[in-house]
């Protein structure tokens, strides 16, 4: 892999170093609001921030500091991502759990929820029906167990997506988003030509991660943190990390995000592809979610996804429809440039809306992918459901060297509108479509002369007929 290091024995102790982080929140409050301002200047280079430079940015309560480091957040952004936002659906396959999570509606002493793993032809029929939708890009989830406890259901589950079609349609990249594996699971999970792995901490303080994980394998925090070595190592270049916000400390979750993206960075040469910022929403079942000790409030919120943005400058940083529109929307501007749309988080769950398996968490986004686009086009943004980094081999490193330059745009931006014309072409509403073609038309105007270029000649390929045409 380009750009990859020596690898060396790693545990949890020299990942994730508590005393560090808790020594530079101490210390953190004793910044100006003119070194807060030198920090801000700083990181408009796109070089990231260290653990010192992010505490003090995570002591802000200043309005006027606050709104510099909101814009400074969107001016990162904007130079690495620009406008588009990348679509993707979850795709529950299963709610079999042996692990005891308080706070999750899966976990294995909840006995009020009927457990599911949904037979292939079903996974099939969920596919088609968010191919019908317009999704390009599927993220699959399952419970932390599998039928017959074989891991061979989930590489079966990824070949159940990808040989689905209709029409135009088809599902071009399906990223996994499943427990921890070993080195040879994780080689074969690579040869189903998966796109990211994704998987959560959840939380990185480790006696809260006890409390919280009580029983089953995923009461091994060592091995869950250590996940990442062993799929980068097996083969996987993109990876995706994320905190559960709302078990611990924000402020920790953070700095304990930093220090993985750092680890992943000094020991491979690539940090996180996305991190992920879920918060705690109510799950039936579990009496933990309905009252977290440490829940993050909006403000905070988006103070911590702002932080991000400009700490980790090139990842994707991911906001799930746990989140209502509103705030949704609000973030775009503060960092996140991927969302989930039209979601369900109950297997079975789009195909049959009555579906009698229990979501794992309660949605605040209800809106279906439509009405979602729509709203993104309306807002100046525009949707893209792209693939093409994935199969033209743009990863890990390589996407790495495009993205913290912010080179990376002369490709996603034709490819984003591509898509997006696709979309609208073939799944959009009257509405929608009208929205969307206003949108394409001023992106094109803002762009680079080279990817206008590619933008208008994509969009006529698309128009006249042809599909999934990237660079």
């Keep these: 892999m380009k750009g990859q290091v020596m690898k060396t024995e790693n545990t949890e102790q020299n990942i994730i170093d508590e005393n560090k982080i808790y020594s530079i929140l101490h210390k953190g409050s004793k910044y100006s609001s003119q070194e807060i301002l030198d920090i801000l200047k700083s990181a408009r280079d796109l070089k990231g921030l260290n653990m010192d430079s992010v505490s003090a940015l995570m002591t802000v309560e200043d ?152 029983k089953g394998k995923k009461a091994d925090y060592d091995y869950r943190l250590t996940a990442m070595d062993r799929a980068i190592e097996a083969g996987i270049d993109d990876v995706g990390i994320g905190v559960l916000f709302g078990l611990y400390d924000w402020k920790f979750e953070v700095l304990a995000l930093l220090q993985h ?35 993050v409030s909006d403000s905070d919120f988006k103070k911590l996804i702002a932080i991000l943005r400009i700490a980790v400058p090139y990842t994707g940083i991911i906001m799930s429809t746990r989140e209502n529109s509103e705030l949704r929307s609000e973030t775009f501007a503060l960092g996140v440039s991927q969302i989930s749309a039209g979601s369900r988080t109950n297997p079975g769950g789009y195909s049959d809306e009555n579906a009698d398996a229990q979501a794992q968490f309660s949605l605040g986004d209800h809106r279906c992918l439509d009405e979602v686009i729509k709203d993104i086009a309306s807002m100046g943004y525009f949707p893209s459901f792209c693939t093409g980094c994935y199969r033209l081999g743009r990863t890990g490193a390589d996407f790495m060297d495009l993205a913290k330059p912010g080179d990376i745009r002369n490709h996603c931006d034709p ?57």
């Design 63 to 214: 309005e006027t500091l606050l709104n510099e480091i909101f814009k400074t957040a969107k001016e990162i952004k904007n130079k690495i991502y620009g406008q588009r936002l990348v679509i993707f659906a979850p795709l529950y396959v299963s709610n079999l759990c042996n692990n005891e999570c308080t706070y999750c509606a899966f976990r294995a002493g909840n006995k009020n929820i009927k457990r599911v793993a949904l037979t292939q032809e079903q996974i099939q029929d969920e596919t088609l029906h968010l191919i019908n939708e317009g999704h390009k890009r599927v993220l699959l989830v399952a419970g932390e167990s599998y039928p017959q406890n074989k891991f061979e259901y989930i590489l079966h589950a990824v070949d159940s997506v990808y040989k689905t079609k209709h029409a135009n349609g088809e599902i071009r990249r399906v990223n996994v988003n499943i427990a921890p594996l070993d080195l040879a699971q994780f080689k074969e999970l690579k040869k189903r030509d998966i796109g990211t792995y994704q998987l959560f901490q959840e939380t990185y303080h480790k006696a809260t991660y006890k409390d919280v994980h009580t």
């Design 261 to 295: 993206t750092q680890h992943l960075e000094n020991k491979f040469g690539v940090g996180p592809h996305t991190i992920s910022v879920p918060r705690i929403e109510p799950a039936g079942g579990s009496s933990y979610s309905l009252n977290p000790e440490n829940a």
């Design 415 to 471: 490819n984003a509108i591509s898509t997006f014309m696709e979309y609208l072409m073939d799944y959009a509403s009257d509405e929608t479509k009208s929205a969307g073609l206003k949108a394409i038309e001023k992106a094109c105007k803002t762009m680079e002369p080279i990817p206008a270029q590619r933008s208008r000649k994509f969009i006529e390929k698309i128009k006249s007929g042809e599909r999934d045409v990237y660079c």
